[in-house]
T-cell receptor, first 112, second 110 residues
Framework: DGGITQSPKYLFRKEGQNVTLSCEQN?????MYWYRQDPGQGLRLIYY???????QKGDIAEGYSVSREKKESFPLTVTSAQKNPTAFYLC???????????FGPGTRLLVL | GIQVEQSPPDLILQEGANSTLRCNFS?????LQWFHQNPWGQLINLFY???GTKQNGRLSATTVATERYSLLYISSSQTTDSGVYFC????????????FGKGTKLSVKP
């Protein structure tokens, strides 16, 4: 089946620790995105990538990093510099920028 | 930057009822997307609708770009329609950046 997968479903982070969230798609989409959602709020863009080996900061990139070495993969690292990382993280992809976006099931990150 | 406002913030319906959700945006846009987030967090794209009207089963959407609003109609609502409905428009200065509204939380009671 074609789609977007995210892992893990739940992730616990200790103080000062970097953690990496996985996002994989087999839709052959060029564009991929990472969003953060806080309780009762809409989504905010962290990073997006138009094509392999290219990515751009979104509205809330501080404390996060990404890579795009393969078309199908767009991992997000939450660094120790992100002081309030507890949130629901959603990955999405689209054929090209500004086309219809398709979302993965999300990863819930909690700080211990 | 562009502002996106959705109304109402919360809506409770009896199964079978119809409803209209509204999305206002503060600047001209070249596309608009409606999403449904189910109670488990999964977002599904409902419509990509920069202007005009589209229909998909019991759902339809209309965007009036010149007046900067979009409407999502849900007819004969079912309990599975429950969740949060978001609209999103592109950030004018960034091609990849969608700005989301805060959503309308819909609860459909049996």
């Amino acid at each position: 089946d074609g789609g977007i997968t995210q892992s893990p479903k739940y992730l616990f982070r200790k103080e000062g620790q970097n953690v990496t969230l996985s996002c994989e798609q087999n839709l052959n989409h060029d564009a991929m995105y990472w969003y953060r959602q806080d309780p009762g709020q809409g989504l905010r863009l962290i990073y997006y990538s138009q094509i392999v080996n290219d990515f751009q900061k979104g509205d809330i990139a501080e404390g996060y990093s990404v890579s795009r070495e393969k078309k199908e993969s767009f991992p997000l690292t939450v660094t120790s510099a992100q002081k309030n990382p507890t949130a629901f993280y959603l990955c999405a992809s689209s054929i090209q920028l500004q086309e219809t976006q398709y979302f993965g099931p999300g990863t819930r990150l909690l700080v211990l | 930057g562009i502002q996106v406002e959705q109304s109402p913030p919360d809506l409770i319906l009896q199964e079978g009822a119809n409803s209209t959700l509204r999305c206002n945006f503060s600047d001209s846009v070249n596309n608009l997307q409606w999403f449904h987030q189910n109670p488990w967090g999964q977002l599904i794209n409902l419509f990509y609708i920069p202007s005009g009207t589209k229909q998909n089963g019991r759902l339809s959407a209309t965007t009036v770009a010149t007046e900067r609003y979009s409407l999502l109609y849900i007819s004969s609502s079912q309990t599975t329609d429950s969740g949060v409905y978001f609209c999103a428009v592109p950030h004018g200065g960034s091609q990849g950046n969608l700005i989301f509204g805060k959503g309308t939380k819909l609860s459909v009671k049996p």
